[in-house]
């Protein structure tokens, strides 16, 4: 199993980023796809999930009406769209995949936002 993420990087306030995480190894269409983040000497956060069809997504109240989860099924892909960032969403973000109540995480991507 490998879940690979990418997209992270350095922008300022107000802009936006757009991760992926690449998945092989197990039955992507039919597993539950999560972001989470983290910073230094806190817990693992959840962002953001999406069910196996991709429907009812939901967020962390902090990151709602600015980050959108969305996969692709036929290319065993998930994304997160990020929008207005803002300092304190500043974090390690990682992917998860829960399949057959098996919980996958992927190495994770750093986003910096500063200005």
């Known amino acids: 199993v490998q879940l690979v993420e990418s997209g992270g990087g350095l922008v300022q306030p107000g802009g936006s980023l757009r991760l992926s995480c690449a998945a092989s190894g197990f039955t992507f269409s039919r597993s539950v796809m999560s972001w989470y983040r983290q910073t230094p000497g806190k817990e693992r956060e959840l962002v953001a999930r999406?069910?196996?069809?991709?429907?009812?997504?939901n967020y962390a109240d902090s990151v709602q009406g600015r980050f959108t989860i969305s996969r692709n099924n036929a290319e065993n892909t998930v994304f997160l769209q990020m929008n207005s960032l803002k300092p304190e969403d500043t974090a390690v973000y990682y992917c998860n995949a829960i399949n057959r109540l098996r919980s996958y995480w992927g190495q994770g991507t750093q986003v910096t936002v500063s200005s």
């Open positions: 999406i069910t196996s069809g991709g429907g009812s997504p």
